[in-house]
């Protein structure tokens, strides 16, 4: 616990909390749960975290399926944007067009 506190949690706090209780409820917050174990050890379970390559492969799918999403709406955004610029432009010139 003193290893925990001093070489991990004070070195990356602002990742994993400040002090124990900080980082016992991130770790819930994230949907994982405390298992039984002697007093003074702290284990931590999720249904879905498992060592195993097929949970690896599921972890890797979501972060590029999530990754490809926000791709898609920065590009979505920025056609939107060009559509605008476009129309502004086309506003512009037409204005030059009349002067003459």
């Given at each position: 616990m003193k290893?925990?506190?001093?070489d991990i949690l004070l070195k990356s706090s602002s990742v994993l909390?400040?002090?124990?209780?900080?980082?016992?409820?991130?770790?819930?917050?994230h949907g994982f749960r405390s298992v039984a174990k002697g007093p003074g050890e702290l284990e931590f379970s999720h249904d879905e975290f498992s060592r195993g390559p097929l949970m690896?492969?599921?972890?890797m799918v979501k972060a590029?399926?999530?990754?490809?999403?926000r791709f898609d709406a920065q590009l979505k955004a920025l056609k939107s944007r060009l559509k605008?610029?476009?129309?502004?432009?086309?506003?512009?010139?037409l204005f030059q067009n009349l002067r003459i």
């Open positions: 290893k925990l506190r001093s909390g400040k002090n124990v209780t900080e980082f016992i409820a991130k770790l819930r917050s690896k492969k599921k972890m590029l399926s999530e990754s490809i999403e605008a610029k476009k129309a502004s432009l086309k506003v512009e010139n």
